[in-house]
T-cell receptor
Framework: AQSVTQPDIHITVSEGASLELRCNYS??????LFWYVQSPGQGLQLLLK??????LVQGIKGFEAEFKRSQSSFNLRKPSVHWSDAAEYFC??????????FGKGTSLLVTP | DGGITQSPKYLFRKEGQNVTLSCEQN?????MYWYRQDPGQGLRLIYYSQIVNDFQKGDIAEGYSVSREKKESFPLTVTSAQKNPTAFYLC?????????????FGQGTRLTVV
């Protein structure tokens, strides 16, 4: 089955610094990839998705992600992090059209 | 407003009891899903349904049951057979088919066994 790996369990960045969260996928064909964000005790909100076409995808809240087939990666980036970005971030891949497989998540801490 | 409603937000259960978590959506989505979330484990698929009166087991279905009698509703029952039911449960819905599985999530139900 298709799967994703998020290598970083926790990441700490200073407010105003740039951010990159890593996601690697395992899938033979072109994957359908997603990034979600979760605030504590809440559901998940979609940040952005990649299906095809332009490999640089823009999302909400100033986030973007780049699909790199050669590296099997779909890393999430933000140029300048705000304290409100502190949350859990999940990468996901569509599993043959019936559900999403999620990574284990990366917890982002933003320091003043 | 369209969305997914899960209730209750918090639920306490005694060992040996069954408990049912509610999930309702008004997005007119065909597919609905139940995920379980534990710290450090990400989201794991319990059950999913692509159409009314049909559902399929996900990766961790043991100890759980579901029904899909209406398009809008997909309740999850946590049975006494589930050995470690304390977790955060998330319901989601989407359109179905390749490229249509962008999932919309409810706010979750936190179940605690006491």
């Amino acid at each position: 089955a298709q799967s994703v790996t998020q290598p970083d369990i926790h990441i700490t960045v200073s407010e105003g610094a740039s951010l990159e969260l890593r996601c690697n996928y395992s899938y033979g064909a072109t994957p359908y990839l997603f990034w979600y964000v979760q605030s504590p005790g809440q559901g998940l909100q979609l940040l952005l998705k990649y299906f095809s076409g332009d490999t640089l995808v823009q999302g909400i809240k100033g986030f973007e992600a780049e699909f790199k087939r050669s590296q099997s990666s779909f890393n999430l980036r933000k140029p300048s992090v705000h304290w409100s970005d502190a949350a859990e971030y999940f990468c996901a891949v569509e599993n043959s059209g019936y559900a999403l497989n999620f990574g284990k998540g990366t917890s982002l801490l933003v320091t003043p | 407003d369209g969305g997914i409603t899960q209730s209750p937000k918090y639920l306490f259960r005694k060992e040996g009891q069954n408990v049912t978590l509610s999930c309702e959506q008004n997005l007119n989505h065909d597919a609905m899903y139940w995920y379980r979330q534990d710290p450090g484990q990400g989201l794991r698929l319990i059950y999913y349904s692509q159409i009314v009166n049909d559902f399929q087991k996900g990766d961790i279905a043991e100890g759980y049951s579901v029904s899909r009698e209406k398009k809008e509703s997909f309740p999850l029952t946590v049975t006494s057979a589930q050995k470690n039911p304390t977790a955060f449960y998330l319901c989601a819905s989407s359109n179905q088919g390749r490229g249509n599985t962008e999932a919309f999530f409810g706010q979750g139900t936190r179940l605690t066994v006491v």
